[in-house]
């Protein structure tokens, strides 16, 4: 019997892979519209003065946004809709030695994971081996922490899954813009049911392929959330923008342009790099919000 391809069939690796029931309803929603959701939840006190987590307020802020994301008022309801209990989950992080995934937000993850039914042993959490390590998952969690990039112009949501390839370097050439290419390998493709871009210290500026300086690190203890790789990165962008320009007191370009998230939506079709295509929800703490 021939095979009937259908829309939904479609959606499933034309909306960042989000497979489940919910998410289809959310992916159809959003093709309709042309929209994408990115949720940016901050709290105060997620963070002291020395860059400690609470790790009782990090737990809320996901699932927070998870639930403003999803529609559903339960965390563990809202988190049931990304994962079922037969997946095998795996947590994308970053281990840049100087602004890594933090283990709390690691564990925040893992935890609701078993809560929506995956048993622990079903849950990988890795970077560097991702091509080895995360290759058999069924379902992912994309994480990592926002900054600045001297190859990509920014680390984000969407550089974070260069770990897939076996020679991260074949994508450098043309400021990382071939980086989306690598949502559509077999490892990849129609995986990802979550992405959580950290901003709760990014960094803003820098210079030379692994820069990193304090002076250029703030507190702004926020988290983006959204299915939309492109424009969870868009948003972590435009943060990114707005305070290199209220620090240098004018606008200043990034050392590299960061047009792999502009190639991602055009040529590799990940989602919407439009701003003004981007429902864009801001939760919790407003002061120095910046977008």
Known sequence: MKKVITRRDLLKVTIGGFVTLKGLEIAES?????????????HPDVLNKNGRINLEIIRQMLDDAVMTLIGIKEPVEAWKQLVKPTDLVGIKTNVWAFLP???????????RLIDAGVKPENIRINDRQAHSVLEPCTA?????????????????????????????????????SPLGSIWHLPSVKGKTRLNILLALTPLFHG????????????????????????????????????????????????????KHIVVAEEKYKLGTSDPNQIEFVKLGWTENVLI
């Open 140 to 176: 992912l969690i994309n994480v990592r922490p926002l900054r600045t990039h001297w190859w990509s112009g920014i680390g984000g949501c969407i550089k974070n899954y260069i770990m897939f390839v076996t020679n991260p370097y074949d994508y450098h050439n043309d400021a990382c």
């Open 30 to 42: 959003q093709q309709k519209e042309k929209r994408s959701k990115v949720v940016l939840i901050r």
């Open 101 to 111: 995934t933090p283990k709390e937000v690691e564990e925040a993850i893992q935890q």
């Open 207 to 258: 210079r030379g392929p692994h820069h990193y300086d304090p002076r250029y690190v703030w507190q702004y203890k926020g988290i983006f959330v959204g299915f939309d790789p492109v424009a969870v990165d868009t948003m972590g962008l435009r943060l990114i923008q707005a305070k290199r320009l209220q620090f240098f007191g004018k606008e200043i370009a990034l050392e590299t342009p960061p």
